[in-house]
Structure formats: structure tokens, C-alpha cells
């Protein structure tokens, strides 16, 4: 019995990789149909994430600011809101961490380091908050809320990287390339492997999943999120505030994203430049997704997730396909995956009553307090 | 449990990274040695395919390619969609790595990661724009730097707009406000130089890709009067298929937009980087790796006026821009706006 | 400056604008309201809109006709439609997160076609301004409404033909009953799947439709990811309208109005900066929404998959 419960565990946790498997099989239609050689281009793209140093700190470091936000995501999805705004909160909090940095960078690094982090976290937490408290106080879908400030968050950056925030070094040379001045140098990520990018916010990172972990199911807030998430109604005749956890789980959610943002800047790029997210904010969704939207589950399933990433793009160089090609077999990826949950949670109606912390949530995403029939 | 997921997690990726292999890196590769083709590689935010920017410099080096005779003398790569920085430089430190020539990053946003690479790979040559920072000063030996003076066509493509308007009133779509502002400030003093009464109307829609509010930014300036319509970044196509459809004349810069509006694109200017990758590779070939800061100018052919063959052109217009060149070429204009505008 | 934004002709400029501005973002958000009303949320409009648009695109590109263009992006948004029908109501997965895989996949495949079947960025000659005859003379207002093009109308006139399959047929009752509550629905004889199935369907064939609408209708062009974005947005425009059909139209007008507004604003060069300039749709929507959003009735099943009880 133990065995057989082991092995169905062993099934779950496998599954995701076996569905990639399957989607990456489909995926050779498409490199038929330009004439590529499959078995090539799938070897680069293995090679590309896994095969030597810089690809694996490749991988590591691009599955960073995908944990970062996936955590984010897990807390929505166990809240039950959906964030579509990871990459305005990502934005905001890169924008507000390079400012506090740039704009303080006289303090000694062992009070700005963590303070710029927390301004990076603080903007997210606004920017989540926002759309949290508009739905819990006024019913204000959270999807359109996220989408439209996703774009305001753009537009901001937009402005502020070409006029405010404009490195003076360029405005002086009349360059003008819409980037900050840089951070100062004693707040830097330490690199963790040298002439590599990748850093020590990786380890951040994890440290927070488990931190995600233990205040999702070892504190009243965090078994107050999930009740709401998981029944709101019941959750109000028990007498949990359910508005209060709606806004406070939209903007943990945004904090963690914001966070994305300021590691991204105090680890890889050193201040705050066009270009610097383009897509975590969904690409963290899918990374939650594959970790069952569980903590700890997003721990290795960002690296996966961040290996197809690093491995597509060293595909399209290895046998020059288009870069289009990456994003349609990313899309088919995830379309397997979130297929293959159908088998688990067939199972895991079996045996019900068996659900551990970690088992797989039903596929409520939607927050359900302004349904009654009226 | 937990453990035992992690740890199955960790069996299955380092499974996979024993199943990758290991590439040895071809790294300080001796530069093109006789009969091997040169090797570049670029690294674009956009797609090959944009009409703008990214299109400019790749139409280029095809053209380069082939002038010298095709893969077996020079050899190119390419990595587009590249709009994550973090992508890009994994794709420029990569090629580097793997032994080009001359590595090409296309992007302003990239140049950190540049320099960064380029103090890891002294024996490679790394290109990046729109810049005039080789890093010389701060030591490096291995960086070029290129920019377009893109004020000079739009000052040209200005007077052709004042020469062609009607109405005196032109419209320009920008893509965010602060962006393009060479092209656009040499194409309003061009407009003003010839008609000084004439309104150019600017509209900025916020984004790079967004054709839908470009397309419609051509409308509301038809609308309100104009006649002749200029505009920048990707997201053009959408206006260009607007002027077309309402007969206004467009003035096309960065790639060739004529094919996109045969009977509406007057002129085009156009980036022609071929010149500059080729004194690259000479000067690579003969040990030079770096150091030098390139400008597109009409003066050296890197900027070109075209004029489209398929419609009828004033000859006072088209002489007007030969004219208007010509002063730039001699130094008697400077296309830029003055300080108190 | 400022006087000249009310001049009459203007008025009707910005008016005329809106209407047009709207068409994408109509057809897109008619289209999921009804996979929404049926119980299933698809984020993946935007890719069905790229998909479209380069099918319309390519059929007219090799010389077909634009109603066979149109017809293409209508059978390849019932395929994306299926497509997210199997992922969502025979596998049940997270609807929020296959909405996304769909939106990758569409937006990869949409550009990679291009590049290997056309391979540059070529024009066509799309639907032309078609005049409404007697209509468009009325002053002002027939310039406003009557001066479109076909797929313009076409847009306008999927309001009260959704309007009307969803109250007032037997689908539509269906639609309604399996959204608010499968269970009930499958009791009483009504197949939840296959309605889900046939909403979806509808719904891609309209996202497919818009973005139609932009590759031969308003821009005559096919760009890799042309739509940028504007799919999301036709989602939120569903919840901007309560899931009723007036409520979306609403929606996508207010949106496209003040798009519209911040166009003609920068365009008469009134000094107001446009980085303020082209935030507003967006701030606007979420602060109208924000007052006027009490007790909205949402399909109770929404994005909850369903399976029958054994």
C-alpha cells in the first residue's frame, strides 16, 4: 500500500515532465514543416539548457524571477483571485527599486540593500494591492484590473526610463538610451558563478518559497487565504473577513512580483532598462502551474520551465529557426501540462480524504462572493 | 513526501543534464584564417521581418553576404525576438563563445551586457547601436559603435512633406514620446525650412507594436487635415495600410516601406549598414577589434533617400530633397531643431 | 488649442474614431462573453485573434476574395475554439492557465506561418469605406455610424444577434443554465460539454473574425503579433460589461473613446503629455468600472470545469 502510494505520488509529480515530453513530440510537426531536423534542434535545446555551465546558470538564472513570481501566483491562485498582472507589478517594482537605490545610493550597502528590496516589494504590493482592494470593496474583477495596469505600469516605465529616471551620464553625452543611472556597486547580487549572470537572488528566491510555504499552511493568515479561496461563502459564516483576504492575497502576490522586478535589477542588469521583463509576469503563471500551484512544487518546476526557456532560445541559434517557433512550442507545453492534470485529479477523487497540504486544487480560479443569483 | 518530491525533481533534471552532454566551447578561435569564412552573428530585439529597425540591419548584412560571395566567405547567425535582455545577453555571451568573428547586438538596451561580455572575450569583437560609446576610454579595445543620424533623412523627408502638403498640415506617429526624437526633429525643421507656416501635428501611441492605435493615429491625422504622413518604430505598418487606403502620401524611414505602400510611400529612407559591417571586417581582418564609433550619414552612404519608382514625383520635389541632401553633405544645414523650440 | 477640441467636426472625428477603434475589441469580447455565459473563461483570445488575422490575411494575400478571407479566420477560430474546448472541458484543466498556453501557442504559430509562407511584411488591398446610401448623409451622425466598412458593421451588428442567441434561444437558455449551474443543467437533459463546446467554437469565430478585421479591414497588413495585446483587453471588456451583450458594447466604446480622445488630443497638439495621454483608456476603464461595478451577476460556474458525477 505504501509502495502503490509512493508511486502514484512519484506519477503526479512526473507527469508534468512526461506532458512536455508529449508537447515537444507534437512540436516536431512544426520543425518539419521548416524543414529542420528534429533530432537536432530538440539536442541543442537540451544541450543549450542542461549540457554545460552556462547553460545551467542560464537556466538558474532566468528560473529566479519565475519562482519569484510564481510564488506570487500560488498565493493568488490558493486565495482564489487570478493575477494577470505579474508584469506591471514586475515593472513597478524594478522601477521603484532602481530609484530607491539610484536615489539613496549614499547609504552604507547593509541598510540600502535590504531597503531597496522592500521598495521593489512595496511597489508590487501597491500595484496587487490595487486591483485586491477594487474587488474586494467594489467588485471589480481582478483580471481587468490586472490587464489594464499591466499597461499603465508600461507606460509609466516608458516615461520615466526617457525623462525622470534617464541616467544623467546620457542625458550629458545626448544619448539618450532609455536606461537608469546604475545602481551602486556595493548593492550588487553577488555573482554566484563567475562570467555568468547568475546570482545570489536565487537563493532568495528559495529561501522565500519556503518562507510562501510555511505562512500558506502553518499560519491562521495563510489557512484563512486558502479557506477563501476554497469556498468563500462558508469562509464568511465562519466569520473570516473574506474582503481582507482577497486584497491581502492580490497583493502578496503583487509584493512577490515586485520582488521579481527588484532582484532582476539588483542581480542581473545593475539598473533599470527597457527590456528587463518582456513576459515573466506569464511565463511565472505557467511556472506555478507546473509546480501544481504548490510553494515548493514552483521551486523545481521554475527551473524546468526556465530550462525549455534558455533551451528554445539556444535552438533557434543552434539551427536558425525563428524565434516564433520557441513561443509556439512554449504555448503547446503548457496546453499538455495543464491537460495532464485531468489523470491526477480523477485519481485523487478515488481516494479521497488521502489530499495531503500539497494536492492538487480544483479548478476554481475564480473567486465566487459576488455570484449569488440576483 | 515533500522531500521526496524535491528530490525526484532534482533526479529528473540532473538525469536530463547528463543526457545533454557536454559542448566543448570553441572559445578564442583564431579569426578568420585563409579560406574560412568570416563568422557574425547579431542578436535583434525585433523580428528580421519588422520593416523597422531590426530589419535595417539584417537586410544589410544579407546584402553584405552576398556581395561577397555567400556562406563560404562570410557566414552569419542571427537571434531575433531577443526583447528580454537577459535573453540577448546569453545569446551574445554564446556566440562569442562559440568563436565569432564579429558579434553584432543590436540594441541600445543591450550595451551593459556588452561590455560586460567583452571584457570576458578580448579576442572577440563585439558591435553595438545606436551608440558612439567604444568603451575606449574605459580600456576596451574590442567594442564598435553605431548609430544612425537619423535627423538628417527626416529633415530631407520634411522638406519633401512641406513640398508635397496641400493642406499645410502633416502628421507624425511616434512610438513613446522621447523615442525616435532625431527623426522627428530633423523632419519638423525640414518642414519648417521650406514652409514655415505649416502645422506638423505629433502623435505618440505608447507603445512600439501597437499597429491598431498607429493605424488609427493615421486616420484622426487625415481627419484633422493632413495630407502627407510620416511615422516610426514597427508599428507603421498599420498607418502605412491606412494612407494607402486614403490616398495620403507617406514618407518611409529605417527599412523599405515601399513594397508596403506602392502607391502612397514617396520616399524612404533608408539605413544602409552594409558599409559599416564591411570596414568592420577589414579592420577585424587586419587585428583592429574594435574602437571605432560609426555614424549613418548621407555624407558616407549609410543613410539613402529613395524615391519610388512607381509613382509620378514632382521633379521640383525630388530636386528639392537632391538640394536638401546636398546641403547636409556641404554642411550648410544642420537638420537639427534650434535651442529655443 | 483647447476650443478646437470642441468644434463640431472634431466631435464627429472623435466619434467616428471610436466606432471604428472598437470593431477589434467588439468582435473579440462578444466572442468570449460566450464562452463566459457557458461557464468557461478563455484568456487565449488574443492568440485566436493573431491566427485569424494571418489566415484572412494569407487567403487574401494569394489572391482570394475577402469574404473568403473572412471565411478562413472563421474556420481556423472554430479549430483554436475546439482546441480550447478539448484542453478545457474534455481534460478540465485550470481554464486560467490553458487560456494562456493557447494565447503562446497562437501567437508562436501566427508568426512562424508568416515567416515561412509570405516572409516579409507585404500589403493588401482590404475592405474598402462602404458608405451606408441615404444613411451616411444624415449630418454628422451618418458620418459617425454609416461611414465604415463591411467588417465594421459586421461588428456592430454581432450586438443584437448575440443579444438575441443568448436570450432569446433555445442555445442561449442553455448556455445561460450550464453557466450557472452544470449540475442542475445536466439533470435536466442538457449536455454541459456540448454547449461548452459550441460556445467556444462561436467564440473563436468571432476573436478569429477581429482579428480579420485588422489584417483586411482597418490596417490591410499582417505583422507578427499585430494584435499586441489587445485580446486581454477584450477580456476584461467582458467583465467591464457584466456579461451582458449591451454592457460589453458599452465597454469597448468608452475604451475606444477615450483612446480615441487622447489620439485627437495629441493630434491637435493641445498640451497635455502624452505619456498622461496614453494611459487613460486604461485608467479610465478600471475608474469607470470602479463606480459603477455593484452586485454583478457572473455565471456562477465560471471557470469551474465540470465533470458528471459517476
Given amino acids: 500500500m505504501k509502495i502503490r502510494q509512493y508511486l502514484a505520488k512519484l506519477i503526479d509529480v512526473l507527469l508534468p515532465v512526461a506532458a512536455m515530453l508529449v508537447a515537444l513530440l507534437v512540436g516536431i510537426l512544426l520543425l518539419l514543416l521548416l524543414g529542420t531536423d528534429p533530432f537536432e534542434a530538440y539536442s541543442a535545446l537540451i544541450q543549450g539548457a542542461l549540457g554545460n555551465v552556462s547553460g545551467i546558470t542560464q537556466t538558474l538564472t532566468k528560473a529566479t524571477p519565475l519562482l519569484l513570481v510564481g510564488l506570487g501566483i500560488c498565493i493568488a491562485f490558493r486565495g482564489g483571485v487570478i493575477n494577470i498582472g505579474g508584469e506591471g507589478q514586475i515593472v513597478v517594482g524594478a522601477l521603484a527599486a532602481t530609484a530607491f537605490g539610484v536615489g539613496f545610493g549614499n547609504l552604507p550597502a547593509l541598510i540600502l540593500l535590504p531597503l531597496t528590496l522592500v521598495s521593489g516589494a512595496a511597489a508590487g504590493l501597491l500595484w496587487g494591492g490595487i486591483p485586491g482592494l477594487l474587488k474586494a470593496r467594489l467588485g471589480v474583477n481582478e ?137 515573466y509576469g506569464f511565463s511565472g503563471i505557467v511556472a506555478a502551474l507546473f509546480g501544481k500551484l504548490h510553494p515548493l512544487g514552483a521551486i523545481p518546476a521554475s527551473a524546468l520551465f526556465g530550462a525549455l526557456l534558455v533551451g528554445a532560445d539556444k535552438m533557434q541559434r543552434a539551427v536558425q529557426v525563428p524565434s516564433a517557433l520557441a513561443i509556439a512550442l512554449q504555448g503547446l507545453v503548457v496546453l499538455f501540462v495543464v491537460s495532464s492534470d485531468l489523470y491526477v485529479r480523477r485519481r485523487t477523487r478515488r481516494r479521497v480524504g488521502e489530499d495531503g497540504p500539497d494536492g492538487p486544487i480544483e479548478g476554481n480560479g475564480d473567486n465566487r462572493e459576488k455570484s449569488e443569483e440576483g | 513526501m515533500l522531500r521526496r518530491v524535491i528530490s525526484t525533481w532534482l533526479i529528473i533534471l540532473l538525469l536530463l543534464a547528463g543526457c545533454g552532454g557536454s559542448d566543448e566551447d570553441a572559445e578564442g578561435e583564431a579569426v578568420g584564417g585563409e579560406g574560412e569564412p568570416f563568422r ?94 567604444t568603451g575606449a576610454e574605459r580600456g576596451f579595445e574590442n567594442v564598435f559603435a553605431y548609430g544612425a543620424v537619423a535627423n538628417e533623412g ?89 494612407a494607402n487606403e486614403n490616398n495620403v502620401a507617406w514618407l518611409g524611414t529605417q527599412s523599405d516601406q515601399i513594397s508596403l505602400g506602392p502607391d502612397v510611400v514617396v520616399t524612404n529612407q533608408i539605413y544602409n549598414w552594409a558599409n559599416v559591417v564591411v570596414d568592420m571586417i577589414g579592420k577585424i581582418e587586419a587585428g583592429e577589434l574594435g574602437g571605432t564609433a560609426y555614424r549613418l550619414t548621407f555624407e558616407n552612404d549609410g543613410l539613402r533617400l529613395e524615391f519610388n519608382e512607381n509613382i509620378e514625383i514632382d521633379d521640383e520635389v525630388k530636386e528639392a530633397a537632391r538640394a536638401a541632401i546636398e546641403d547636409i553633405k556641404s554642411g550648410a544645414v544642420d537638420p537639427v531643431l534650434p535651442e529655443d523650440e | 488649442m483647447v476650443d478646437e477640441l470642441l468644434t463640431v467636426s472634431t466631435l464627429i472625428g472623435i466619434l467616428h474614431s471610436c466606432v471604428r477603434l472598437a470593431t477589434p475589441y467588439l ?41 473568403v478571407g473572412v471565411l478562413a479566420a472563421i474556420v481556423i477560430g472554430v479549430l483554436m475554439g475546439l482546441l480550447k474546448a478539448f484542453v478545457s472541458v474534455t481534460m478540465q484543466s485550470l481554464q486560467g492557465i490553458s487560456g494562456i498556453g493557447l494565447y503562446l501557442f497562437g501567437l508562436g504559430l501566427s508568426s512562424l506561418l508568416f515567416k515561412t509562407l509570405i516572409g516579409s511584411v507585404e500589403g493588401v488591398s482590404g475592405f474598402r469605406q462602404l458608405p451606408i446610401p441615404l444613411l451616411s448623409e ?100 467582458v467583465y467591464f460589461g457584466s456579461w451582458r451583450t449591451v454592457g460589453v458594447l458599452g465597454g469597448a466604446l468608452l475604451f475606444s473613446l477615450v483612446n480615441a480622445l487622447q489620439l485627437w ?39 469551474r470545469s465540470y465533470e458528471r458525477g459517476e
Fill in chain 1, 143 to 279: 483580471i481587468l484590473t490586472t490587464v489594464m495596469m499591466n499597461q499603465i505600469a508600461l507606460r509609466l516605465m516608458n516615461f520615466l526610463l526617457r525623462g525622470p529616471m534617464l541616467d544623467p551620464e546620457h542625458v550629458a553625452a545626448g544619448t539618450s538610451i532609455p536606461q537608469s543611472a546604475a545602481l551602486p556597486e556595493s548593492i550588487w547580487l553577488t555573482r554566484l558563478v563567475p562570467r555568468t549572470l547568475f546570482h545570489s537572488g536565487a537563493i532568495l528566491a528559495v529561501l522565500l518559497a519556503l518562507a510562501v510555504y510555511f505562512l500558506l499552511w502553518r499560519t491562521t493568515i495563510g489557512y484563512r487565504i486558502r479557506a477563501v479561496g476554497l469556498n468563500p461563502h462558508a469562509s464568511r459564516y465562519a466569520g473570516i473577513p473574506v474582503p481582507k483576504y482577497v486584497t491581502l492575497s492580490l497583493a502578496l502576490s503583487g509584493m512577490l512580483c515586485g520582488l521579481a522586478g527588484a532582484v532582476e535589477v539588483l542581480g542581473v542588469h545593475h539598473r533599470m532598462l527597457e527590456g528587463l521583463s518582456g513576459g
Fill in chain 2, 154 to 242: 527626416g529633415y530631407v523627408n520634411g522638406v519633401v512633406a512641406a513640398m508635397l502638403s496641400k493642406n499645410d498640415v502633416i502628421g507624425v506617429i511616434g512610438p513613446v514620446a522621447g523615442d525616435a526624437k532625431l527623426y522627428i526633429d530633423g523632419f519638423v525643421r525640414g518642414v519648417k525650412d521650406v514652409k514655415p507656416e505649416a502645422q506638423v501635428n505629433i502623435s505618440y501611441t505608447g507603445s512600439f507594436s501597437d499597429t491598431t492605435l498607429a493605424a488609427e493615429a493615421a486616420h484622426v491625422h487625415i481627419q484633422a487635415g493632413a495630407d502627407v504622413l510620416t511615422g516610426s518604430a514597427q508599428q507603421v505598418v498599420g498607418a502605412i495600410g491606412v
Fill in chain 3, 27 to 67: 468582435f473579440a469580447a462578444l466572442g468570449e462573453t460566450f464562452g463566459q455565459r457557458s461557464g468557461v473563461l478563455n484568456l487565449g483570445v488574443d492568440g485566436i485573434m493573431l491566427m485569424g488575422a494571418f489566415f484572412a490575411f494569407y487567403v487574401v494575400f494569394e489572391g482570394h476574395s475577402l469574404w
Fill in chain 3, 138 to 237: 444624415i449630418p454628422g451622425i451618418g458620418h459617425i455610424l454609416f461611414n465604415h466598412n463591411a467588417l465594421v458593421y459586421l461588428a456592430y451588428l454581432m450586438v443584437p444577434v448575440s443579444w438575441f442567441v443568448i436570450n432569446r434561444t433555445t442555445l442561449g437558455l442553455k448556455i445561460r443554465a450550464v453557466g450557472h449551474n452544470p449540475e442542475a443543467a445536466d439533470t435536466l437533459g442538457v449536455s454541459v460539454s456540448g454547449v461548452r463546446y459550441t460556445t467556444l467554437m462561436i467564440g473563436g469565430a468571432l476573436a478569429a473574425v477581429g482579428g480579420a478585421s485588422l489584417s483586411i479591414g482597418l490596417q490591410n497588413v499582417f505583422q507578427e503579433n499585430m494584435t499586441n495585446g489587445l485580446g486581454f483587453i477584450a477580456v476584461a471588456l
Fill in chain 2, 40 to 133: 557574425i552573428a547579431i542578436v535583434m530585439p525585433s523580428s528580421t521581418t519588422d520593416i523597422a529597425w531590426s530589419q535595417s540591419m539584417f537586410d544589410s548584412l544579407m546584402a553584405v553576404q552576398a556581395e561577397m560571395g555567400g556562406e563560404s566567405a562570410l557566414k552569419l547567425a542571427y537571434s531575433e525576438g531577443m526583447f528580454r535582455v537577459t535573453d540577448a545577453s546569453a545569446a551574445i555571451r554564446d556566440y562569442a563563445s562559440e568563436g565569432y568573428d564579429l558579434v553584432i547586438a543590436h540594441g541600445a538596451q543591450y550595451g551593459n551586457s556588452v561590455f560586460e561580455i567583452a571584457s570576458d572575450f578580448t579576442d572577440t569583437s563585439f558591435a553595438w547601436g545606436t551608440s558612439s560609446d
Fill in chain 3, 265 to 303: 488630443v495629441q493630434a491637435l497638439d493641445i498640451p497635455v503629455p502624452s505619456e498622461i495621454a496614453v494611459m487613460m483608456p486604461y485608467i479610465m476603464t478600471i475608474v469607470v468600472l470602479a463606480f459603477t461595478a455593484r452586485q454583478i451577476q457572473k455565471p456562477a460556474a465560471l471557470a
